[in-house]
């Protein structure tokens, strides 16, 4: 950190967090990544961080962070990946912005990898203009569905998915693409 005595000088952030088994939570989620390793890196503009692990609702997770400096407004994007079960999805499902009560556990098994890709603004003027972009998608291989067809699937079948939501500066959500895509 360095701050100038003198007017007209730039205050100059480089630092870093490194994260040795913590615990992240974040209230109004009623999320909590316990075992975070991994090193966080920021200055003025920017932040960055490769390879963060961790675990959510005990399930292994891995994500990254970074400033995407060329986009106007500036923009942040996160990655996330994980692995999902029944229990991970009714846990997940159940967190207060989604409010969901669906029983998984009795159409779902097996494990199947999952992405999500956040691009959010960084900006203190994109408040008003700008919306946060996210991307999950999985193949769902790993995952048996007990469903009536066509959403039955076995676990070795690979069947992508692919859901597209922004949340407009207002908090409103548009859910531009939910796509079970057929092979």
Do not use: C
């Not at 400033?67 to 942040?76: E, H």
Request: no cysteine.
């Amino acid at each position: 950190l360095a701050i100038p005595l003198f007017a007209g000088g730039k205050t100059q952030v480089d630092g870093k967090i490194s994260f040795q088994r913590n615990t992240l939570h974040k209230k109004s989620l009623a999320l909590t990544i316990t075992q975070l390793k991994g090193v966080l890196q920021f200055t003025q503009e920017s932040v960055s961080a490769d390879r963060l692990q961790g675990k959510l609702f005990n399930q292994p997770l891995s994500w990254s962070l970074l400033t995407l400096r060329d986009s106007v407004p500036k923009r942040i994007r996160l990655q996330l990946t994980g692995k999902a079960d029944a229990a991970f999805l009714t846990q997940l499902a159940q967190i207060p912005t989604v409010g969901l009560q669906l029983p998984f556990s009795r159409y779902l098994t097996g494990r199947m990898n999952w992405q999500i890709t956040v691009h959010f603004p960084n900006d203190s003027t994109a408040s008003t203009t700008s919306d946060t972009q996210m991307v999950i998608a999985s193949d769902l291989v790993g995952l048996g569905i007990a469903l009536p067809s066509p959403l039955a699937k076995l676990p070795k079948q690979a069947v992508p998915l692919l859901i597209e939501v922004k949340t407009q500066p207002d908090l409103t959500v548009d859910l531009t693409t939910f796509k079970k895509l057929s092979n």
